[in-house]
């Protein structure tokens, strides 16, 4: 998934006025109601099923049945697990939360809750959030996306991260034999592998093209700017501000600096970053794992490197995190039921064993993060680390209108391409989000 779905997240026209009746979020039907102790309900579910949709590629065989396993131990009821393709699935859960049968557990990403929590479609999981994290820490990433003007909707399951991607060999002839940590010793090695490439006119020493916004915001955010923020129900689009502008600032640099010109105006995806790192065209790029790198060329393999981006804040860049959350339709009639599954899937055993061993994906918590590395490789820690310092979309229904439209992709892409300056790009950008985001 990380590939795939880091690039789609959001990116899916998800309808907004959803047509769905308000719900209490406290319970579904036929169950206890909210609790009074925070703690996930005990229920006797002999003789129940639950249906669990879950999304395709996102766990694997093993993994589901290691929850379920657990969850039919616990409560003797069954499960359904019904696997979902992206194709279509905005409009198919849009009109499943509005029945009075929904599935009663979801795996939804991070980014697309507030969007189906918007007109009461998810559960109020407030209430419970502490008896759910299990004593971890959830990456912000996956719990700030879902937490809607202080209401969670949704549980973390698993996160993706970037962290630059090297070609070692390429790098050490040109000089550079150790990783960067600073963002000075990053510059300085790329210098040393642009000049020693000069030749090439088509070779990037760092590809970064300019539509890559995933990329952008980690300088945004580094700089101390937001994409947006909210007060008192008002949301405000950030670009303007002295923070975000210094931020704009430092990727055109060192987008123009390191990257081709062509770049300025094209997205990962054409050409394809990792066909240029495979094929010699770059030395660096920003991704979320080296699979479609090994899959293009498996010799690489023993050349690749990796490290999280370092920022001119002193600090690594704050990452763009994909992934998926768990979320519980409130037309659940099962929601007791459905809570303990998600604690299930959320738990450290879980995570430590089957997200991270057996589905590879970076876990849902800190903790998790910081177990984990202790088994990893160096090339796969990089991703890990990357993730300790995450960021994520607004929590705002209207936000995937303005992924769906490119309207981000273009104002980084103006940037970089120079077509608009920076102060002129983000007031653009500022106003019409600012519009966007605050449709009712």
Known sequence: MAIRKLATIGAMGIVTALALTACSG???????????????????GSGEKITVWVMQNDYTPETLDAINAKFTELTGAEVSVQSQTWD???????????????????????????????NGGLLDLTPYKDDLAQGQTWLDGLVDPATVDGTLYGVPGFAGARAVIYNKKMWADAGVTEAPTTYDELTAALDKVKAANAQSADFSAFYLPGQY?????????????????????????GFSSDEAIEGLEAFKEFQNEYSTAASATLDTFEPNQSQLFADGKTSAILNTNTGAILK?????????GTFPFPGISGEAQPVMLGGSDWAIPAKSPKSDLALNWVKIAASPEIQQEYVVGVDKWIPNSVEGIEFAQESLDEVRSSFFTAALTSKATPANANWTTIESNKAINNLFSGIASGSKSVEEAAKDFD??????????
């Open 26 to 44: 406290s319970a579904g039907a036929g169950n206890a109601g909210a609790p009074t102790d925070g703690k996930v309900p005990e229920v006797d």
């Open 296 to 304: 293009i060329n498996p010799a690489l393999e023993a050349d690749l």
């Open 431 to 440: 106003a019409d989000a600012d519009k966007t985001l605050n449709i009712e």
């Open 213 to 237: 916004f995933y990329a952008g915001m980690q300088f945004v955010w580094d700089a101390g700017g937001d994409i947006a923020t909210e007060k008192d129900g008002e949301w405000t689009s």
């Open 88 to 118: 279509g699935i905005t409009t198919k859960i849009t009109t499943a939360l509005a029945t009075d049968t929904p599935p009663d557990v979801l795996d939804v990403g991070n980014t697309q809750i507030a969007s189906y929590a918007a």
